[in-house]
C-alpha cells in the first residue's frame, strides 16, 4: 500500500482507496461506520480480515520465511512463483506485498482508536468495552509494525541496531508522505502498543464464532510481547513474558501421540488446536480467502506444489520424530522430492486444500524462547534451558539432550517452528548467515551476514509516490 494519497494515486490502486483516506464518520455504510460500538467493532474484525491474506499469513510472508531461510525450494511442480525469492534476487519491482496490506491493517485500526480516544457515548455501552476494543486494534497495530520490521529492515540486534532505518510509524490516517523512522522508534511503538494490549485484553476471546484461537486474548499480548523482545535482545523480558504464558496451563504442548501427520488432518487440521495461542482462521467465507492461492495448496503436490521441502531441514531430524511424518514425496512422478504438509487444508471443509489455519503464535515457541533466553542470561526460578527443550523434544519422540547451547536451541527451532514463517528471521536476527545443501538455483546459494539483501527493497510505487521515502541501501 501507498501510504500517501492523491487522485491518481486512488484511481491506481483501487483495492486500496478506502485506506488511504477517512470519509466523513456519518457518510460511511452502515457496515463500515464508526459512529457505534458495533461499527467499532467491524472495523477491527476487519483489520483481522486482512491478515489472512495472500500477501500476508495467507501465503507470502510464511512462504518468504522458509524459501529465503533455507527450509523450502522450489519444487519440481512450478508455476513459476517465488524464484526470484529463492534466489534473493528482489527488486523495488518485485518485492514483498506486505507493505500495502500491513498498512491498510494500520489505516483500519488507527481510525478506530481516533474515534475511542475522541470518546463515544452510546447506551449500554461501558468504558470498558471501548478500552477492551481499543486493546484489540493496538494489538493488530503492533503485530502489522513488527512484520513490517522484520521484513523491510535490517535486524535491530545487528549492525546500527536501533538508529538504522525503519518504516513510517503512521498513528493518524491522512494523507501524507512520512519518513520512515529509526528502527529504534518503530520497535518503541510495537512494544507500547502491545502492553497497552496486554493490559486492555481480556483473558477470553471478545468474539463469538468458530475458533477462539482466532482473536487476540491477553495471552496473545503476553506471547508477541516474547517474540518481540528477544528479537530486540532483551532476554529477561523475553523471559518473563514467555513464563506468563506457560505458567497459565491453557496452552499444553502436544504429545507425540497427538501430533497429528499429513494425512490424518494435519497438526492444524481442526480449529482451536491446544498449542495454539493466536492463529488465522481459514474460511471461505473470509473475503480475504484465496482460493487455490493459499499455502495448503502451494505446497501441496495434489495442489500447485510449487514450494517443497529442502531436504536440509528433512534431514535435521530422526526417524523417531513425529515431525518427520509432515513430509511427503509424491510416487511415481516425484520420488526424490518432498513437500511440507504442516497445512493440508482443512478435513472439515470436504477434504478441501483450499482452506487452512495459519498459526501465529503457539505455547511450543515459548519454551524455545524461553530456552534461548536463559541461556543468554536471563532468569526464571525452576526453569532450565536443558529442561524447555527438551519438553519439546520428548513430546515429539526424539531423543532427549543431555546438555544444550545455543546451537542446539536454533537447531530445535527450525525443526519445531519450520514452514511457520520464522527461519529466514530467525538467521537475521541472531547475525547468522545462509546456507544451502540441497539447492536447485543458479546463483546466490550462500547469503553472507551482513548483506543489504536481508531486508527487503522498500516497493517501487511506494518510492514513486512519496518523496519522503528512502529506499533501503544496496537498491
Not at 140 to 159: E, H, K, N, S, V
Not at 315 to 344: C, G, I, M, Q, S
Request: with cysteine; aromatic share 12%.
Amino acid at each position: 500500500m501507498i501510504i500517501v494519497g492523491t487522485v491518481a494515486l486512488l484511481v491506481f490502486l483501487t483495492a486500496c482507496e478506502d485506506f488511504l483516506y477517512r470519509e466523513p464518520r456519518l457518510s460511511q455504510t452502515t457496515e463500515l461506520t464508526l459512529s457505534t460500538y458495533d461499527g467499532l467493532m467491524a472495523g477491527v474484525v476487519g483489520g483481522y480480515e486482512r491478515l489472512y491474506n495472500t500477501f500476508w499469513y495467507g501465503r507470502d510472508f510464511v512462504v518468504y520465511a522458509d524459501l529465503k531461510g533455507g527450509n523450502a525450494k522450489i519444487g519440481p511442480i512450478s508455476s513459476g512463483r517465488y524464484v526470484t525469492e529463492y534466489l534473493w534476487n528482489n527488486t523495488p519491482n518485485a518485492t514483498a506485498w506486505l507493505w500495502q496490506e500491513a498498512y491498510r491493517v494500520i489505516a483500519r485500526v488507527n481510525n478506530v482508536l481516533e474515534v475511542i480516544e475522541e470518546g463515544i457515548d452510546e447506551p449500554g455501552v461501558e468504558q470498558e468495552d471501548l478500552d477492551a476494543l481499543a486493546a484489540e486494534a493496538k494489538f493488530l497495530r503492533g503485530l502489522a509494525y513488527f512484520d513490517l520490521a522484520r521484513m523491510f529492515c535490517q535486524p535491530i540486534t545487528q549492525g546500527a541496531g536501533a538508529s538504522q532505518l525503519g518504516v513510517p510509524v503512521v498513528l493518524k490516517t491522512e494523507n501524507a508522505e512520512p519518513a520512515r523512522n529509526t528502527l529504534g522508534e518503530v520497535y518503541d511503538q510495537v512494544v507500547q502498543d502491545l502492553l497497552d494490549a496486554e493490559a486492555g485484553l481480556p483473558l477470553n476471546p471478545m468474539h463469538g464464532g468458530t475458533d477462539p484461537k482466532a482473536w487476540a486474548t491477553r495471552y496473545a499480548a503476553e506471547a508477541l510481547l516474547a517474540r518481540v523482545y528477544l528479537y530486540m535482545g532483551q532476554w529477561q523480558n523475553a523471559a518473563d513474558y514467555a513464563t506468563k504464558v506457560i505458567s497459565s496451563g491453557k496452552f499444553p504442548v502436544y504429545t507425540a501421540a497427538e501430533y497429528t501427520t499429513w494425512d490424518n488432518g494435519g497438526v492444524w487440521g481442526t480449529d482451536a488446536a491446544p498449542e495454539i495461542i493466536f492463529e488465522i482462521y481459514g474460511a471461505e467465507g473470509n473475503s480475504s480467502h484465496n482460493n487455490w492461492d493459499g499455502l495448503a495448496y502451494i505446497s501441496n503436490p495434489n495442489g500447485y506444489g510449487d514450494v517443497a521441502a529442502s531436504r536440509d531441514v528433512y534431514d535435521l531430524y530422526e526417524d523417531t520424530d513425529v515431525r518427520k511424518a509432515l513430509f511427503r514425496n509424491h510416487p511415481p512422478d516425484y520420488v526424490d522430492a518432498l513437500w511440507y504438509l504442516k497445512y493440508p487444508g482443512k478435513a472439515s471443509v470436504d477434504g478441501s486444500i483450499r482452506v487452512e489455519n495459519i498459526p501465529v503464535l503457539r505455547i511450543s515457541e515459548m519454551y524455545l524462547i524461553r530456552a534461548e533466553a536463559l541461556l543468554n542470561g536471563a532468569s526464571v526460578s525452576g526453569a532450565t534451558p536443558l529442561t524447555d527443550v527438551n519438553m519439546i523434544r520428548n513430546n515429539r519422540g526424539a531423543t532427549p539432550l543431555g546438555s544444550v547451547a545455543l546451537a542446539d536451541v536454533y537447531k530445535e527451532r527450525r525443526m519445531e517452528l519450520c514452514f511457520e514463517g520464522h527461519q529466514l528471521f530467525d538467521l537475521a536476527r541472531t547475525g547468522r548467515s545462509l546456507t544451502r545443501t540441497d539447492f536447485d538455483g543458479a546463483v546466490n546459494k550462500d547469503i553472507p551476514f551482513p548483506d543489504y539483501r536481508w531486508a527487503l527493497p522498500i516497493p517501487q510505487q511506494e518510492m514513486d509516490a512519496n518523496e519522503n521515502m528512502e529506499q533501503n541501501p544496496g537498491y
